[in-house]
């Protein structure tokens, strides 16, 4: 997600932007403390999702999606599809997202629920973070260890209990931005904009040094 979504879910829901945190991973002090004072709520939203027919629900961000509006990802026969929703089913997941001060929640096809949670860039050297809850995530993310630190690009979670954890994801927020101009100004399908990030991703995580440059 964009720091141009992210600014515009602040306008909406209070999501939590984390301040630029000395600590590391970036936030991971006020990410637990909101798990704690919000996690009943968060809990209510995992389980909307997984009792609907939806494999994603936001507040609408994408230029095909009016600003503010909620909506939803379906995939009747394996194809994806996007649904306004409206009156009741709309005003209920916009409360959902308030309660829980979060503007998005999906899951995967192994059952992972992810509620996002956190934007920010931290650091001197100017790294974006992503940050979400992940519930039912065991084992999928190595656990975050000094030794990530340096790297430019890179993804690790803490665990919070035996069912949630927090996953971080960081690049060089000059990277972020590159890639999200590239997708926004590209004639490039969603599936396509996820290829394309998945594979500077991979590059940036197996480089040396700090910085990492968009490759063509």
């Known amino acids: 997600m964009s720091r141009v979504a992210s600014c515009l879910f602040a306008c ?3 999501v939590l932007l984390t301040a630029c ?5 970036a936030g991971e002090r006020e990410i ?8 009943g709520d968060l809990e209510t939203l995992a389980s909307a999702l997984q009792e609907s027919e939806y494999v994603r629900v936001a507040i609408g961000y994408e230029e095909t999606v009016r600003e503010g509006d909620i909506y939803a990802e379906v ?6 599809q996007t649904r306004l929703l409206r009156d009741d089913d709309a005003r209920r997941w916009r409360q959902l997202f308030i309660d829980a001060r979060a503007p998005r929640v999906w899951a995967d096809e192994s059952g992972v629920v992810s509620i996002d949670v956190s934007h920010t860039v931290a650091g001197d050297d100017g790294v974006y973070w992503q940050t979400s809850y992940q519930l039912n995530s065991r084992a999928q993310h190595p656990a975050c260890r000094a030794e990530h630190r340096d790297a430019p690009c890179g993804r690790c979670s ?3 209990d035996e069912s949630w ?4 994801e960081w690049m060089p927020d000059s990277l972020d931005m590159a890639l999200t101009l590239e997708y926004v100004h590209g004639d490039m399908t969603p599936a396509a904009g996820r290829e394309r990030f998945e594979a500077v991703f991979a590059a940036c995580s197996a480089a040396s040094g700090r910085t990492f440059d968009l490759p063509d």
Not at 32 to 39: L, N
Not at 165 to 168: C, N, P, Q, T
């Open 32 to 39: 637990s403390d909101h798990f704690a004072e919000h996690r």
């Open 165 to 168: 954890s927090v996953f971080f």
């Open 75 to 80: 995939y009747p026969g394996g194809r994806d």
């Open 158 to 160: 803490v665990e919070l």
């Open 12 to 14: 909406i829901v209070p």
């Open 21 to 25: 945190d000395s600590g590391w991973p």
